[in-house]
C-alpha cells in the first residue's frame, strides 16, 4: 500500500496495536469472529454461581479484554457490508433449503417423496430496455425492431447489439423518458402483498382441486414455502420459491395421494395468473392494478435430473445475501432532503429513487412506505423468508454452531464444564460499539485466518 496522509494515520494504530501487551488476545478475538468487517462490540460478564453453596465458580468479564469489549460477528445477510457473515449467512441458508429438499437438520429424508417445484415469479414489463439475450450458446441481439418507432422523445425504439454480460447499459430502458418508473416502483412496493395473496391462491386452488374446504384440507394437506427476492437489472424484484406439499404434520408426514406434483403445478400457474394488488388512485393519477408478469417458470426438483436440490439451494442461498446494491443503488437509507444528484448511481437508479421520493409524498400512497425504501427501489419485503413448516430455522443452525463452540471452550478449558442444574447463569451485556478504527481494521486485515467463523460468546448469547 501507498504510504500517504490518510493512511499514516491508520499505520500509527496499527503500530500501537501491535506493541500492546494484550494484542495476542485482539488477534484471538479477531480470529473468532471469522474474518468479520464491522464486529459488534459487547461490554460485560458472565458468572456462573452454584445454587446450593451460593460460590461463584467461574467468572468472565470483558474488562481484562482489549479496549475492555469483546468482538462478535455482526451476522449481516448483506455481502456488501460484510462478506465474512454473508457467507455464514449463505451457507446457513444453503443447508436449511437443502434440509427441505432431502431431508436433515430434524427433516426426515421421506420429505423428497413429497411434491415439490422451484418457481419463479416474475415482474410485468415497464418499458424496454437493453437486455442480454442468449440462445444456444450466443448472444442474440437486444431489442432489434425493423420498423421501430421513434418515440415522442426522438428515440428509436429498436437496439442490434449483442451485449456483452458487464455492458453499463444491461437494465436501462431504450428511453429513460417513455419508461414507466411509476409502475415499477409501484410494483416492488406491492410484491409483498401479491406474493401472500399468490400463497393464499394456491393454497385456494389445491382445495378447490382437491373437491375439500379451505379448512377441510388443512387436515389433510398443508404447503410450504421458501423463497428469496432476486433485483432484476431493471430495478424490479423477482421471486424464486421452493414449494412443497406436506401432509398436516408438516414435512414428517406424507401429502394425501390426490396432492400430485401435477395439481401443485396446476395451482401455481392459476394462482399467479389471477391475484392483483391495487393501488389507490393519487393526485390525478385513477387507481392502478398491478400483479405478476406472463412469464412464470415453474420446475420440478429432481435429485439428479435437470434442477437438483444443491442447485435450488445454491440458488436461494446466493440471492439470499444480496440487496439491491447489485443493481447499483446504495446501500443505506436516503436522508430527507439529500442531493440525489450526489448519489454515486447510475441515471436509471437515480430515476427509480427519485420515483419513490415523489410517490412517498402522496399521502393516498404513505402505506407503501416507499420514501423510507427508496434506497431498495420501492421493495420493503423481506429476502429470504421460510414458512413455519419448511425446514429448521436459521436461529435452530445458529445454536447449533454455538453449541458446538461453546463444547470446544469446555474441551479447551475456557469455560468450566458445569451441571446446568446447580448452577446459575448471571450475564449482563451492553453495545459498546462496533467496527474498527483505520488502525485496528490494518492489523484485522493481517490477522484473518481461513478459519470457519466461530460466532459463540463465551459463557452466553449476548443478543
Ligand atoms: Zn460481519
Ligand atoms: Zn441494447
Ligand atoms: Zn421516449
Redesign the pocket.
Known amino acids: 500500500m501507498p504510504v500517504t496522509s490518510a493512511n499514516t494515520h491508520a499505520i500509527r494504530g496499527a503500530i500501537a496495536r501491535l506493541n500492546d501487551p494484550n494484542c495476542s488476545r485482539f488477534a484471538s478475538q479477531i480470529r473468532r469472529t471469522g474474518g468479520c468487517r464491522q464486529p459488534i462490540h459487547l461490554r460485560g460478564k458472565v458468572e456462573h454461581w452454584d445454587k446450593a453453596t451460593g460460590t461463584l465458580l467461574h467468572r468472565y468479564s470483558t474488562r481484562l479484554e482489549p479496549d475492555g469489549v469483546l468482538r462478535v460477528p455482526c451476522k449481516t445477510r448483506r455481502a456488501s457490508r460484510c462478506p465474512a457473515c454473508a457467507e455464514t449467512y449463505r451457507a446457513d441458508t444453503y443447508h436449511l433449503i437443502r434440509a427441505g429438499l432431502v431431508g436433515g437438520k430434524g427433516v426426515p429424508a421421506s420429505v423428497t417423496a413429497h411434491p415439490c417445484l422451484f418457481i419463479t415469479l416474475t415482474a410485468p414489463s415497464f418499458g424496454p430496455v437493453?437486455?442480454r439475450r442468449q440462445h444456444n450458446g450466443s448472444v442474440l441481439p437486444?431489442?432489434p425492431r425493423r420498423d421501430a418507432e421513434i418515440c415522442p422523445h426522438g428515440c428509436v425504439l429498436s437496439?442490434t447489439?449483442r451485449?456483452g454480460a458487464d455492458d453499463d447499459?444491461l437494465g436501462e430502458p431504450?428511453c429513460p423518458d417513455c419508461y414507466d418508473y411509476t409502475g415499477s416502483v409501484l410494483f416492488n412496493a406491492v410484491a409483498p402483498l401479491l406474493w401472500k395473496r399468490f400463497a393464499d391462491a394456491i393454497r385456494r386452488r389445491l382445495a378447490k382441486l382437491g373437491g375439500l374446504t379451505l379448512r377441510d384440507m388443512r387436515d389433510q394437506l398443508v404447503v410450504s414455502f421458501a423463497k428469496v427476492a432476486e433485483y432484476q437489472r431493471r430495478g424490479v424484484v423477482h421471486l424464486h420459491a421452493v414449494i412443497r406439499l406436506d401432509g398436516p404434520a408438516g414435512p414428517i408426514s406424507s401429502p394425501p395421494a390426490w396432492a400430485t406434483l401435477d395439481l401443485l403445478a396446476q395451482a401455481v400457474e392459476h394462482a399467479a395468473s389471477v391475484v392483483t394488488a391495487k393501488v389507490p388512485a393519487y393526485n390525478d393519477q385513477p387507481e392502478r392494478v398491478l400483479r405478476w408478469g406472463t412469464q412464470l417458470d415453474t420446475r420440478p426438483i429432481t435429485m439428479d435430473g435437470e434442477l437438483t436440490d444443491q442447485a435450488v439451494a445454491g440458488y436461494v442461498a446466493k440471492y439470499a445475501t444480496k440487496a439491491a446494491e447489485c443493481v447499483g443503488t446504495i446501500d443505506r437509507r436516503i436522508v430527507p432532503g439529500e442531493d440525489l444528484t450526489a448519489l454515486p448511481v447510475r441515471n436509471h437508479a437515480r430515476r427509480l429513487i427519485a420515483e419513490c421520493l415523489r410517490l412517498g409524498a402522496f399521502e393516498e400512497l404513505a402505506d407503501l412506505r416507499v420514501t423510507q425504501w427508496a434506497h431498495m427501489l420501492g421493495f420493503r419485503g423481506h429476502f429470504s423468508t421460510r414458512s413455519r413448516r419448511y425446514s429448521t430455522t436459521l436461529g435452530d443452525i445458529r445454536a447449533d454452531r454455538q453449541n458446538h463452540a461453546r463444547d470446544e471452550d469446555i474441551t479447551t478449558g475456557r469455560l468450566p464444564l458445569l451441571d446446568e442444574d446447580t448452577v446459575l447463569v448471571i450475564s449482563e451485556w451492553e453495545y459498546a460499539g462496533k467496527g474498527y478504527s483505520p488502525g485496528d481494521a490494518l492489523v484485522a486485515a493481517l490477522n484473518r485466518s481461513p478459519m470457519p467463523p466461530s460466532p459463540s460468546l463465551v459463557g452466553g448469547d449476548a443478543r
Open positions: 437493453h437486455t437486444c431489442h437496439c447489439a451485449h447499459c431504450l
